[in-house]
C-alpha cells in the first residue's frame, strides 16, 4: 500500500543539502555560506583568546587541523544554518606527551529521564541552554601546539605555528577541559554535585532549588523564576550562549 509520495523539489532540497556541505576547504572557499561560516568559528576562537602565534618550539610536536562543514536542520528540514568547526586532528597526539586526564562524566540518560520526571510530577518547566563553541573555553594544562589554519595563515608568517590557550574540538583532553571548567563555576556559584551522577547539580536558596544536568549543552528546572532568571543571567555573562527558552528535545527525548 503506498502511503504517499513525494514531489520532485522535495526530493531535490533533500539530495541537495548533501552536497550543501563540503569535504575539503578548497571547496568550501568558492562558497559565500561556508566562507561566513569559517569567518564566525575564527571570530569565536579569537573572541575566546584560544591561542597565540609563535616561532614553532624546537623538537615540538605540531598538531595538524582541519576545516568540518555541517548544514544543521530545523525539525521541519529547513537549514538553520551553515556552521564550520575547526578541529584538531586529535588522532595524532601521544598519550603522556601531548594530554595525559582525557576522562570526563557524561550525562547519563536516565538521569536526563529522573530529571524530566520530576519535573513533570512538580509541574515545573524544563529550560535549555546553548552554550557556543562549548570546548573552546576549556583551559588547557598541557603545552600543546597546532598548525595555522587553511584560510587564516597569517602573511610573512608562515612558518609559524599557534600555541593553544585553551581547547580545539578534537583534542583527547577537550572534554575534560571543559567540564573541569564549567564544574568550577557550578562550585563557585554555590551549586553541590551529585556525588552518584557528577552531570547533575543542586542548588538550593531557603524554601527554592534550582536542579541542572550538564551534557555539552544543560538543562535545568527549577521552584523559583527569580532564581532562574539569575542564574541565567550570571550564565550567560561569563560564557558565549544561546537561550533556547523552554525544552522540546534533548538527547533523543521529545518533550511536551
Not at 561566513?36 to 624546537?58: F, G, Q, R, Y
Request: with cysteine.
Amino acid at each position: 500500500m503506498v502511503l504517499g509520495v513525494r514531489s520532485l523539489v522535495d526530493i531535490y532540497e533533500t539530495c541537495n543539502l548533501v552536497i550543501l556541505e563540503p569535504g575539503r576547504f578548497e571547496e568550501a572557499a568558492n562558497q559565500e555560506v561556508w566562507v561566513e561560516a569559517m569567518e564566525e568559528e575564527i571570530k569565536m576562537i579569537e573572541k575566546n583568546d584560544t591561542w597565540e602565534l609563535v616561532d614553532c618550539p624546537h623538537g615540538k610536536d605540531v598538531i595538524g587541523v582541519k576545516w568540518v562543514y555541517k548544514t544543521k536542520l530545523n525539525p521541519d528540514g529547513t537549514i538553520q544554518k551553515h556552521k564550520a568547526r575547526l578541529v584538531a586532528k586529535g588522532y595524532s597526539q601521544q598519550p603522556g606527551v601531548d594530554y595525559n586526564e582525557r576522562f570526563s562524566p557524561v550525562a547519563r540518560l536516565d538521569t536526563i529521564r529522573a530529571l524530566i520526571a520530576l519535573a513533570a510530577q512538580k509541574g515545573w518547566n524544563i529550560y535549555q541552554l546553548d552554550v557556543k563553541s562549548a570546548f573552546l573555553n576549556g583551559v588547557l594544562e598541557e603545552e600543546i601546539y597546532v598548525e595555522q589554519p587553511l584560510g587564516i595563515v597569517m602573511k610573512g608568517h608562515e612558518g609559524k605555528v599557534l600555541r593553544l590557550k585553551k581547547a580545539l574540538y578534537g583534542l583527547k583532553q577537550a572534554p575534560r577541559a571543559w567540564y573541569s571548567k564549567i564544574d568550577r563555576y557550578f562550585t563557585d556559584h554555590g551549586f553541590r554535585r551529585s556525588k552518584s551522577e557528577p552531570t547533575l547539580y543542586i542548588k538550593t536558596q531557603g524554601q527554592h532549588t534550582l536542579l541542572l544536568s550538564l551534557y555539552v549543552d544543560l538543562i535545568y528546572t527549577r521552584t523559583n523564576t527569580n532564581m532562574m532568571m539569575e542564574f541565567k543571567k550570571d550564565m550567560m555573562k561569563t560564557f558565549e550562549m544561546t537561550d533556547l527558552g523552554l525544552m522540546s528535545y534533548f538527547l533523543g527525548i521529545e518533550v511536551s
